[in-house]
């Protein structure tokens, strides 16, 4: 059984907004909503057990920024963009 955690993504826009700004005040200037939800539903899909709204909010509202920032350094090392193939 997939869940389809999308559906919830406008009705927990407020949460997904205070952690970016929170994450803002903490000086990650750069942390957006998109990658705030990404890196709450790679956590959540590790678990592979069904989650509940309320359980979601709870591992939104508790990311910390640890967490958040070792999501997107291994994104990076995903990510196949040659860096410098700009400077060409």
């Given at each position: 059984?997939?869940?389809?955690?999308?559906?919830?993504?406008?009705?927990?826009?407020?949460?997904?907004?205070s952690k970016v700004d929170e994450f803002?005040?903490?000086?990650?200037?750069?942390?957006?909503?998109?990658?705030?939800?990404?890196?709450?539903?790679?956590?959540?899909?590790?678990?592979?057990?069904?989650?509940?709204?309320?359980?979601?909010?709870?591992?939104?509202?508790?990311?910390?920024?640890?967490?958040?920032?070792?999501?997107?350094?291994?994104?990076?090392?995903?990510?196949?963009?040659?860096?410098?193939?700009?400077?060409?």
């Amino acid at each position: 059984m997939k869940q389809q955690f999308e559906v919830w993504r406008s009705d927990l826009k407020p949460a997904i907004i205070s952690k970016v700004d929170e994450f803002h005040l903490l000086g990650y200037d750069r942390a957006t909503a998109n990658e705030v939800w990404d890196c709450v539903l790679y956590q959540l899909r590790k678990k592979k057990e069904f989650t509940h709204i309320n359980s979601f909010v709870n591992e939104l509202l508790t990311l910390k920024p640890q967490t958040y920032m070792t999501w997107l350094t291994v994104q990076s090392y995903k990510d196949p963009t040659d860096w410098f193939a700009e400077l060409e």
